[in-house]
């Protein structure tokens, strides 16, 4: 889903109220600066503040009095105040006096067509209470409701806190998915059976594991924060360990099932259906299926994939290209791994022709081939 569709861009650009660039010189021309560039992870999980560290550099060598400066990265609490605002304020222009920063995290769902962007209440926390204000002024012709904190801090926390729920309980789903598997139990009719309470309980799913950009690292942000105070945030690490075990996991279930039918990995055709991190988007960042399928090639099987959301994938220097999904496709195909359930795929179609599927979605829900025993779910 696009979050400004592309008729409202074409709008904006016919009647010159929008304008790309380039060039950070063009931001000592606007009143309002908003900064939102990738906060990764290291390999070490430590936060990575490089990009913002540079692009806050750019802001700080052109700040001028009267500047709004508002920062939307998800960062650890205390980044705005403890490590932008110094930064800035080396320009000799003081915040709440000269210029305004504030924190105003991005709310969007990818793909979640029951909550446009204007829909979703929007976060903001000033350093000063100027600042706040006039943040607020900003967004409120943007969005339906503002919702102020108290601080900087208190607005990266209530971000760090929204991801966080839901990387922990996701990783709930992914362990219970685990434990009906020992018990012979169908994890998807427990997690729908349980979703008919109507209080004090929310659904979530499992699957492959985690991916995108924001649940599998933002978390890591605040146990990252809490370590340097000699503080473990043990469900936080131990949610992210069970959802990094997520591809492995699979992998191994789908040896089983190769096995079972006396075929080697080494050599099998494995035919990945999805590299998109979640249905209906093109981004494939930090994408579980990425890990099954080079987990699988490292064993010796010849991986392909189709996606056609994402045509082109590059995994360490090699490139892959999406495959047409054809009966041959299909049919030949050893195994096939449903890794993300893009609603276009006919997965009645997928269980008809494919002699082995390993349905990590529940994608095949309501679809069988004949006796269904082709198919196998997590």
């Known amino acids: 889903m696009e979050v400004v569709p592309a008729e ?17 010189d063009d931001t000592s021309r606007g009143d309002c600066i908003n900064i939102c560039v990738p906060t990764p992870l290291r390999k070490t999980k430590d936060p990575d503040v490089a990009h913002i560290v540079a692009a806050v550099e750019e802001v700080r060598k052109r700040l001028r009095a009267g500047h709004l400066i508002v920062l939307g990265s998800t960062t650890y ?4 105040h403890e490590l932008y605002r110094p930064m800035l304020e080396s320009s000799g222009l003081r915040v709440g006096e000269d210029f305004c920063l504030a924190f105003a995290p991005e709310r969007i769902d990818p793909g979640n067509k029951a909550f446009p962007l204007k829909s979703v209440p929007k976060l903001v926390g000033g350093e000063t209470e100027l600042c706040m204000r006039l943040a607020t002024r900003m967004f409120e012709p943007l969005f339906d409701e503002i919702v102020p904190v108290s601080s900087s801090q208190a607005a ?37 059976a349980a979703a008919t309470k109507p209080y004090g309980f929310m659904k979530f799913l499992p699957g492959p594991g985690l991916g995108g950009h924001c649940i599998p690292v933002d ?11 000699k503080f473990n945030a043990r469900f936080i690490e131990l949610a992210s360990d069970i959802n990094s ?20 990995v080494n050599g099998s055709r494995i035919l990945l259906l999805g590299v998109a991190y979640k249905a ?3 981004d494939a960042r930090e994408s579980p299926a990425v890990d099954i399928l080079t987990g699988l090639e490292a064993l010796g099987a010849r991986v392909e994939y189709h996606d056609a959301h994402v045509p082109e994938l ?5 490139g892959h290209k999406s495959v047409e999904l054809t009966d041959k496709a299909l049919g030949t195909a050893d195994l096939v791994i449903i890794t993300t359930d893009h609603p276009e795929v006919d997965y009645g179609r997928v269980a008809a022709l494919a002699p082995r599927v390993l349905d990590t979605r529940n994608a095949t ?12 779910k997590l």
Request: aromatic fraction near 6%; hydrophobic fraction near 45%; proline fraction near 3%.
């Open 8 to 24: 409202v861009l074409r709008a904006a650009l016919a009647a010159g109220r929008f304008t790309a660039t380039s060039s950070f």
């Open 77 to 80: 609490p205390g980044t705005t």
């Open 156 to 192: 990266e926390m209530v971000k760090l806190l929204e991801n966080t729920f839901r990387m922990i309980n996701i990783g709930l789903a992914n362990e219970i998915a685990m434990i009906c598997n020992r018990l012979g139990l169908d994890v998807w009719e427990v997690i729908d």
């Open 219 to 229: 978390p890591n942000y605040l146990a990252w924060k809490l370590r340097s105070l």
């Open 245 to 264: 075990a997520r591809p492995g996991w699979v992998v191994q279930r789908a040896l089983r099932i190769l096995n079972r039918d006396r075929l080697a």
């Open 280 to 282: 209906g988007v093109s």
């Open 314 to 318: 590059a995994i360490e220097g090699r």
């Open 365 to 376: 829900a309501g679809v069988t081939s004949g006796s269904g025993s082709n198919v196998e």
